[in-house]
């Protein structure tokens, strides 16, 4: 997802964990993410790891890629 608030952009990240990782840290995960996130393209974002099937998905099934609320 992204937002603008004020004059900078932001960036959400909502990603779903495995079903055979449910036992698995979260918050370590998506601080992992985060970090891998800004080595990789240099931007920071927030990440939520949430539970398998949590994303909003389309007809067909597939997982909205990007979903930009910033004002036009």
């Given at each position: ?11 959400r990240?909502?990603c779903?964990?495995?079903?055979d ?6 918050d ?13 393209i240099?931007?920071?974002t927030t990440?939520?790891v949430?539970l398998p099937?949590?994303?909003?998905r389309t007809l ?5 890629r ?6 036009k």
């Amino acid at each position: 997802m992204v937002t603008r608030e004020n004059l900078l952009d932001e960036v959400r990240v909502r990603c779903e964990i495995r079903p055979d990782q449910l036992h698995a840290n979260r918050d370590a995960i998506a601080h992992e993410l985060q970090h891998r996130i800004k080595s990789l393209i240099g931007v920071s974002t927030t990440v939520d790891v949430g539970l398998p099937d949590s994303i909003e998905r389309t007809l067909v099934g597939k997982a909205r890629r990007v979903v930009d609320l910033r004002p036009k």
